[in-house]
């Protein structure tokens, strides 16, 4: 999930999500698909089909938390926005 805490809607064109267990994973498993816009002061979730409210529906397969692994949001030029690590 994603929130646009801003006064205008944010294209997330070209950017992506890096499934990670290093910290030199920059390649992203997922590109986010052309045209997605997290509006003003909205919210947009990314899930596999299983996830019912999902507005973006990708594939990832995610490790099992024990090696201190993370979820990375990277913007279309390749730059780190925001990290989860887990595990």
Do not use: K, Q
């Not at 890096?18 to 045209?35: C, I, L, M, Q």
């Amino acid at each position: 999930e994603l929130y646009n805490d801003g006064p205008v809607d944010v294209s997330l064109e070209g950017w992506g999500i890096v499934v990670a267990s290093h910290a030199d994973d920059t390649f992203p498993d997922v590109r986010v698909p052309a045209g997605t816009v997290i509006p003003a002061g909205g919210f947009l979730v990314i899930g596999d089909e299983n996830v019912p409210s999902a507005d973006v529906i990708v594939s990832l397969e995610l490790p099992n938390g024990n090696a201190g692994d993370a979820l990375r949001l990277i913007d279309c030029e390749g730059s780190l926005v925001d990290v989860v690590i887990y595990g």
